[in-house]
């Protein structure tokens, strides 16, 4: 494939370097900035005609449909994100010597650690899910299931709560219990379910 390059000393002149003859051409300024437009063309053309995954095959099971109703989902995620609010803000009154910080506004959970890091929970309410990004794990997405009552991640086969108190103890060391909110969501929408 010929290539193009900006000769240095001479702005309007354009070095053509054909593969197999190795030959060089100068040409103009208006030749050289249609030769680079050309060649710019012809490579988008061709990564344009390559064959592309969009998605890949096993990130299609990640994707569920919704187990529970609307109404449903957001009892669950407002009941989780505001326990879990709870909880982190009882562990930064009980440890004030450590930088921390909790934010909950709107859908969305702000828990700083200082240089540690910060997690950021939020209700997704057109996917019907809860998503977390961890300094540890990174973003997780996590659907509330029927059968269990609980927030589950299929890529990871894990909880919400089980995975947020993992995360939040390899940071920090300390291990926080979310068995009460667990019971609590349960609670709150096992009528409806």
């Not at 300024?29 to 005609?49: I, N, P, Y």
């Not at 957001?74 to 909790?102: K, P, S």
Request: with cysteine; net charge negative; charged share 25%.
């Amino acid at each position: 494939m010929p290539t193009a390059s900006l000769a240095a000393s001479h702005v309007s002149c354009v070095a053509l370097t054909s593969a197999p003859a190795q030959r060089e051409v100068v040409v103009g300024a208006a030749a050289a900035h249609a030769l680079v437009a050309s060649l710019a063309s012809e490579m988008l053309r061709s990564c344009l005609t390559r064959p592309v995954r969009l998605v890949r095959p096993a990130a299609r099971r990640y994707c569920a449909p919704a187990e529970v109703s609307l109404e449903t989902f957001h009892r669950a995620a407002d009941h989780t994100l505001q326990g879990i609010t709870e909880v982190m803000e009882d562990y930064a009154d009980d440890n004030a010597t450590m930088e921390m910080d909790v934010d909950l506004a709107g859908d969305v959970l702000n828990v700083a650690l200082g240089a540690r890091g910060h997690f950021v929970l939020n209700k997704q309410s057109p996917n019907q899910q809860i998503w977390m990004s961890s300094p540890v794990c990174g973003p997780q997405r996590y659907d509330f299931r029927a059968d269990t009552l609980s927030w589950h991640c299929r890529r990871e086969n894990k909880g919400l709560l089980t995975m947020l108190a993992d995360d939040f103890e390899a940071l920090t060391g300390d291990r926080l219990s979310f068995d009460d909110l667990e019971q609590e969501v349960r609670d709150a929408v096992k009528d409806e379910v």
